[in-house]
């Protein structure tokens, strides 16, 4: 937890938009290519799925990456000059 918990809740914003923005932008691209290819509305359902699962793999990537940066952070912070460091 950060000093200031707006900050957290700025990120957590952040990674629900872009969840949203997989979801619609796959969504959106299924969409375009079912009305060229004539196959409404399979490929946008489609979409739906490749942009959820696409979605959740970056954010499960973002915080996996942050939650072990943090620990590495701790862990590098404990080898200082402690009263145990000696």
């Known amino acids: 937890m950060r000093e200031d918990p707006r900050l957290d809740?700025?990120?957590?914003w952040t990674l629900g938009f872009t969840l949203v923005?997989?979801?619609v932008t796959f969504t959106g691209?299924?969409?375009?290519?079912d009305r060229w290819a004539g196959t409404t509305p399979w490929l946008m359902v489609g979409g739906v799925?490749?942009?959820?699962g696409s979605g959740f793999?970056?954010?499960a990537?973002?915080?996996f990456s942050r939650s072990g940066s943090r620990r590495d952070g701790n862990?590098?912070?404990?080898?200082g000059g402690g009263p145990e460091a000696g």
């Open 9 to 12: 809740w700025g990120e957590a």
């Open 21 to 23: 923005g997989f979801v």
């Open 29 to 33: 691209l299924g969409y375009l290519v």
């Open 49 to 52: 799925f490749v942009g959820a």
């Open 57 to 59: 793999a970056y954010l």
């Open 61 to 63: 990537t973002i915080l």
């Open 75 to 79: 862990a590098r912070g404990r080898k």
